[in-house]
């Protein structure tokens, strides 16, 4: 089992969020997983979810909107391009609509992006405003050596 798979179930076996998670892409350089959280992660509470989980790393948190989040997400564009053909450009600020665009739709989302030593973590949470349904869960782990 390599690392990202390691990062990616630890943050997984954390949200009790095996249940339906599956690879979108797993290329070897880097690993997004797509999953239905745990039903019992309250909203509210996601901030906590996600600083817990960049706490269990001893990651760096990065702030979105930065150079190194910059680069980060160019590297993890290059990783996904080397085996997906993908017809847009890189958007950095991609994140943030997608974020707008869940809170319009009544969804509350949030995420985190860090460092560890030798990857970057990228885990985006969403669940509907009023706590209905499941939390959905999306991890992406990228090699920062490939």
Do not use: Y
Not at 13 to 25: D, E, H, V
Not at 39 to 48: E, L, S, T
Not at 62 to 82: H, L, P, T, Y
């Amino acid at each position: 089992m390599s690392h990202l798979h390691k990062i990616a179930g630890s943050i997984l076996g954390k949200l009790n969020s095996f249940k339906g998670s599956r690879p979108a892409l797993d290329n070897g350089k880097i690993l997004i997983v797509r999953s239905i959280g745990s039903d019992k992660i309250d909203i509210n509470n996601i901030d906590n979810e996600l600083d817990e989980i960049v706490e269990m790393f001893n990651g760096e948190k990065i702030e979105i909107v930065s150079d190194d989040a910059g680069k980060i997400i160019n590297r993890m564009d290059e990783q996904v391009r080397s085996s997906v053909k993908v017809n847009a450009e890189t958007d950095s600020n991609g994140v943030m609509r997608m974020v707008e665009g869940f809170k319009s739709q009544g969804i509350a989302t949030n995420f985190r992006l860090f460092d560890t030593e030798h990857a970057s973590v990228f885990v985006v949470l969403w669940r509907d405003q009023k706590n209905m349904g499941p939390c959905f869960v999306e991890v992406t782990v990228s090699d920062k050596d490939a």
